[in-house]
């Protein structure tokens, strides 16, 4: 069996590389909840692309799909011209996804491919609707690496990347997210106190945006009181209310959209990750239809619209979100998940769970724990990564379609590295 030379990674690729730091392997194949190297080495995904293969690697449905179409001569790529192919998604989405939960009234803006674009979009058209400046953000958000989204994140280490180009970060007010302060401290409270305050040195905002689960924040979830407290206060305010649901949409919190349970209507929500059910780039942004004053081509990309992703994601509308079964089977996987992940946390020290759904972590207190933790993993046989600010949560983002004895596998694979991890520790410790 021939096997790749990885100096050609170290030699051409650039440093900015990140993932096969931690996962040095290189793979050939993939399948369902499981990726094999060259070695011939098969490893549990409890990754999935970062939450852009909800329903898992090569599922068969959308394969056949997308072969059948490119073996038609189907279209690559058609900009934003019209074609069956979108036609079929725009109408599968309006009828799956929105009108069932009375969101009918709702435009979709195709985007460029990434999530960080439809965070741009959402952005440029706050401030167009508004004609104010000023977005209020949270402590621990995660909204893209692109210069506008990266303004909204508050990462210092992606910050960095921006050298010291100042201007390209403001224009944006940080604000304390749900339990930032601890238990028992009111968010809410704080922020309109500051917005009420004349002197705060805050603008009235153009709009409020916030991920219903910080993804690489730390898995910190908003309650849903406090998602509707934002929503009061953006109302209040004559401010947007955006929702990021890049990471924690598509099912990954349980209901398609991650923030059903509050009952909020947000003006803008963006999409993306898993939109196209197939790991193919695809973004779009959700616009209530009396904010949607673009003019044609303002906002633009070559790329917008991905007519691969228009096929896969049909599929996944079609096989996955038609009834509730597909969200119950989520629920009952996600009651197995915290119960996996309870085990973790019972042997390690000072540790606890975060997140919900299918988005769930155990934050282990430090950054050098959870790495450890992390890299016994993958010896072992699970793709598995850290999030937070300092990198201090091990989570858990596996497809949403993982068999449940794949799953358990995956979870007695992270209880024994878990165990090994915090041993090691304590006697380095001591």
């Given at each position: 069996?021939?096997?790749t030379?990885?100096?050609?990674?170290e030699?051409?690729?650039?440093e900015?590389r990140?993932?096969?730091?931690?996962?040095?392997?290189?793979f050939?194949?993939?399948?369902?909840s499981e990726?094999?190297?060259?070695?011939g080495?098969t490893?549990?995904?409890f990754?999935a692309?970062?939450s852009?293969l909800n329903y898992g690697?090569?599922?068969?449905?959308?394969?056949q799909?997308?072969?059948?179409?490119?073996a038609?001569?189907?279209i690559?790529?058609?900009?934003d011209?019209?074609?069956?192919?979108k036609a079929?998604?725009l109408?599968?989405?309006?009828?799956?996804?929105?009108?069932p939960?009375?969101?009918d009234?709702?435009?979709i803006?195709?985007?460029?491919?990434t999530?960080?674009n439809?965070?741009?979009a959402a952005m440029?058209?706050?401030r167009?609707?508004?004609?104010?400046?000023?977005?209020i953000t949270f402590?621990?958000?995660?909204?893209g690496m692109?210069m506008?989204?990266l303004?909204l994140?508050?990462n210092?280490?992606?910050?960095?990347?921006?050298?010291?180009?100042?201007?390209g970060l403001?224009?944006?007010?940080h604000?304390?997210?749900?339990?930032a302060?601890?238990?028992?401290?009111?968010?809410?409270?704080q922020?309109?106190?500051m917005?009420?305050?004349?002197?705060?040195?805050?603008?009235a905002p153009?709009?409020?945006?916030?991920?219903?689960?910080?993804?690489?924040?730390g898995?910190n979830?908003?309650?849903?009181e406090?998602m509707?407290g934002?929503a009061?206060?953006?109302?209040?305010?004559?401010?947007?209310?955006?929702?990021?649901?890049?990471?924690?949409?598509?099912?990954r919190?349980g209901?398609?959209?991650s923030f059903e349970?509050a009952?909020?209507?947000p003006?803008?929500?963006?999409?993306?990750?898993?939109?196209?059910?197939?790991g193919?780039?695809?973004?779009c942004?959700?616009?209530?239809?009396d904010?949607?004053?673009?003019k044609?081509?303002?906002?633009?990309?070559?790329?917008?619209?991905n007519?691969h992703?228009?096929v896969?994601g049909r599929?996944t509308l079609e096989?996955?979100?038609?009834?509730?079964?597909?969200?119950?089977?989520?629920?009952?996987?996600?009651?197995m998940?915290?119960s996996?992940?309870?085990?973790?946390?019972?042997?390690?020290?000072?540790?606890?769970?975060?997140?919900?759904?299918?988005?769930?972590?155990?934050?282990?207190?430090?950054?050098?724990?959870?790495?450890?933790?992390?890299?016994?993993?993958f010896?072992k046989g699970?793709?598995i990564?850290t999030s937070?600010a300092d990198?201090e949560?091990v989570?858990?983002l596996?497809?949403?379609t993982?068999p449940t004895?794949?799953l358990?596998?995956?979870l007695?694979?992270?209880?024994?590295?878990?165990?090994?991890?915090?041993?090691?520790?304590?006697?380095?410790?001591?």
């Amino acid at each position: 069996m021939s096997t790749t030379d990885k100096s050609v990674f170290e030699r051409r690729e650039s440093e900015a590389r990140s993932y096969c730091r931690s996962f040095d392997t290189v793979f050939t194949k993939a399948v369902g909840s499981e990726m094999t190297d060259e070695a011939g080495t098969t490893y549990i995904d409890f990754l999935a692309g970062c939450s852009s293969l909800n329903y898992g690697h090569n599922d068969p449905d959308m394969k056949q799909a997308l072969v059948s179409h490119i073996a038609d001569d189907g279209i690559a790529h058609g900009l934003d011209m019209y074609s069956v192919e979108k036609a079929a998604w725009l109408e599968a989405y309006e009828n799956i996804i929105l009108k069932p939960r009375g969101m009918d009234d709702y435009k979709i803006m195709m985007t460029g491919p990434t999530g960080t674009n439809a965070v741009e979009a959402a952005m440029k058209l706050a401030r167009k609707v508004t004609g104010r400046r000023n977005i209020i953000t949270f402590t621990n958000g995660f909204h893209g690496m692109t210069m506008g989204a990266l303004s909204l994140t508050g990462n210092a280490s992606k910050r960095a990347g921006a050298g010291n180009n100042c201007a390209g970060l403001c224009g944006v007010t940080h604000m304390p997210y749900d339990g930032a302060f601890g238990e028992g401290v009111e968010t809410l409270k704080q922020i309109e106190m500051m917005l009420d305050n004349s002197s705060s040195g805050v603008d009235a905002p153009a709009a409020f945006i916030f991920e219903p689960v910080q993804g690489e924040g730390g898995l910190n979830a908003a309650s849903n009181e406090w998602m509707q407290g934002v929503a009061r206060l953006a109302k209040k305010y004559g401010a947007m209310l955006i929702i990021d649901d890049i990471q924690s949409g598509c099912g990954r919190t349980g209901t398609y959209f991650s923030f059903e349970e509050a009952g909020i209507e947000p003006d803008m929500i963006t999409q993306a990750k898993s939109l196209s059910g197939f790991g193919l780039p695809f973004a779009c942004l959700l616009i209530k239809k009396d904010h949607d004053i673009w003019k044609p081509a303002e906002h633009n990309g070559t790329f917008r619209g991905n007519t691969h992703a228009f096929v896969t994601g049909r599929v996944t509308l079609e096989k996955f979100w038609k009834d509730d079964a597909f969200q119950q089977e989520i629920h009952e996987k996600a009651m197995m998940l915290t119960s996996g992940l309870q085990a973790v946390a019972d042997i390690v020290p000072n540790s606890r769970l975060k997140g919900r759904g299918m988005m769930q972590g155990i934050d282990v207190g430090g950054g050098e724990l959870a790495g450890d933790i992390c890299a016994r993993a993958f010896e072992k046989g699970l793709i598995i990564e850290t999030s937070g600010a300092d990198d201090e949560v091990v989570k858990v983002l596996v497809a949403l379609t993982v068999p449940t004895e794949t799953l358990r596998k995956g979870l007695d694979i992270l209880l024994e590295a878990a165990r090994e991890a915090t041993a090691s520790h304590k006697i380095a410790a001591e």
